[in-house]
């Protein structure tokens, strides 16, 4: 049965809110995980630009012994190279952690908000989730 008004508007707020705190784990956990694959590129794409003559030119004593233009172009073209399989690493290893925690299942629909009926309950080992009528049988992937 349809809810009042009221209890609609606060139900949409409260599933709204839900919503928006499961996307942003998403968004957080993303960002972590790419942040740790991909810092190999990170630094080393960072010290070819910081030693090289053209772009930053560092007084750094690694940059004058170590480093010269030649081996600064290399370390930037290297970190550009690494970044394609490291990304799908990182994809790899977000996915999995995603559909391990059922994180993507735990977007509530809206029509919670407008019907009565909708019942809170667990979706068999994950987190705790809402389904109209709990089929366990319901999968985001297959």
Known sequence: EPRSPWCCLAWALV??????????LN????????????????????????????????SARYCKSILDDNSSSALIILGFVIMSPLLVVAMAIYCSL?????????FQPYSLALYKGG???R????????????NTQLRAWV
């Open 15 to 24: 599933i709204g809110t839900m919503n928006s705190l499961v996307f942003l």
């Open 119 to 121: 019942r809170w309950c």
């Open 123 to 134: 979706r068999g080992e994950g987190a705790p989730c809402c389904a109209r009528g709990c």
């Open 98 to 106: 995603a559909r391990r925690l059922q994180l993507l299942v735990c």
């Open 27 to 58: 968004l957080l956990l993303m960002f972590v995980i790419f942040t740790i694959v991909l810092l190999p590129t990170i630094v080393v794409v960072y010290f070819g630009f910081q030693c090289h003559s053209q772009v930053l030119h560092s």
